[in-house]
């Protein structure tokens, strides 16, 4: 299929299993213009002599290294209007540096080619398809950010970006505390469980998929005793001997 928008022709790129793709033809009205695009570009300026959008059917063939030429795309008139704004979003699976976004799809009479995920007004990242939930890494432990959603449609206009959605990334656990077998949540919270039995002293150790760091060179599970008390704001973790979450609870 191809599309028009702002004198840009666009279309997919086309495969051949045989000689490979060579180039692509550009017709408008079934009439070819004597304008070929060599593979593997997929767009063509198109002028319309003036500053005003191209009238007619733009369209394209695509043409193999052997002279067999394909038959003519789905034509494209100009296409200059934006999609809808994506609406609802929502936030799942928070970890400290990951989370999930989905929100609500937008419309386009051309359809949604993709989504364009922007963090505090700047892109940070694009769906691969029209997929209206994606998830984002590389963020910081503990921080806020905005997030909103742009849809671009099959012809590549980009509609507005939907209201903004703030999430907070889940806090680094701070080790507080452990023991073999007496301390209990209440020692925990107000802070007199034994430093001798902290791992390694006290310092900040983050848990992944139920592992805890105990270093920055390993991801050992702590060791030398049946449970560890974990604290994240609020929140207690108490930690089995093989890194194993048993049980949250909160002061």
Request: hydrophobic fraction near 30%.
């Amino acid at each position: 299929m191809a599309y028009l928008t702002n004198h840009i022709l666009k279309w997919d790129a086309s495969t051949d299993t045989g000689s490979g793709v060579k180039e692509y033809k550009i017709y408008k009205d079934g009439v070819y213009q004597n304008v070929t695009v060599q593979h593997p570009t997929t767009q063509y300026t198109v002028s319309s002599g003036t500053s005003t959008h191209p009238t007619g059917c733009w369209t394209v063939s695509a043409v193999d290294n052997n002279g067999n030429e394909s038959s003519l795309a789905t034509c494209a008139s100009d296409d200059t209007t934006n999609p809808s704004t994506p609406t609802g979003l929502s936030s799942s699976n928070i970890q400290e540096t990951t989370f999930t976004l989905s929100w609500n799809a937008a419309s386009d009479a051309s359809g949604i080619r993709f989504y364009r995920i922007y963090k505090g007004g700047v892109l940070y990242a694009t769906t691969p398809n029209n997929s209206t939930s994606i998830g984002l890494t590389g963020l910081t432990a503990g921080t806020t950010s905005t997030w909103t959603v742009a849809a671009v449609d099959n012809a590549y206009n980009e509609g507005s970006q939907s209201s903004g959605l703030n999430v907070t990334q889940a806090s680094a656990l701070t080790l507080f505390g452990s023991t073999s077998s007496s301390a209990s949540l209440l020692d925990v919270c107000d802070g007199t469980v034994n430093t001798s039995y902290w791992h390694n002293g006290a310092g900040t150790y983050p848990v992944v998929n139920d592992i805890v760091y105990t270093n920055s060179s390993g991801t050992t599970t702590l060791n030398g005793g049946s449970q560890y008390w974990l604290m994240n704001n609020n929140d207690y973790l108490r930690i089995g001997s093989s890194g194993n979450v048993l049980s949250v609870s909160s002061c």
